[in-house]
């Protein structure tokens, strides 16, 4: 489980550039995985009905708060894309040639 867990917040940090996310994503799944993986540990160490469920409600819990700012940081990312768009947009080559005299 442990080895699950590790491979599965390597892949959540991995997301964070190849999905083009910011640092609040990045800094949220760095986080949230450390201490899932500190509470997989430490199931792995002594497993008890108790730290199962706590595992397991934690579990949900990241993968809701990831999601959040997943939300938080995509919406930050789009109005800079925007933006962007808008700079593209004004020196695409048709508006370009309008304003070059023939």
């Known amino acids: 489980m442990t080895a699950y867990t590790a491979v599965m917040v390597a892949f959540t940090i991995v997301l964070a550039p190849v999905a083009d996310l910011g640092w609040i994503y990045l800094g ?3 986080v949230l ?5 500190g509470g ?3 199931l792995g160490r002594n497993p008890t009905p108790a730290r199962s469920m ?3 409600g ?3 819990t990241y993968v809701t708060v990831l999601f959040a700012a997943m939300t938080i940081d ?3 990312v789009s109005t800079h894309a925007t ?3 808008r700079t593209v947009d004004r020196w695409s080559p048709t508006r370009c040639a309008t304003m070059v005299p023939a």
């Not at 995985?33 to 993986?37: E, H, K, N, R, Y």
């Open 33 to 37: 995985g450390a201490l899932f993986l």
């Open 58 to 60: 934690y579990s949900i």
């Open 74 to 76: 995509a919406g930050s």
């Open 28 to 30: 949220a799944a760095i």
């Open 54 to 56: 706590r595992v397991f």
């Open 40 to 42: 997989t540990l430490a």
């Open 83 to 85: 933006t962007m768009l």
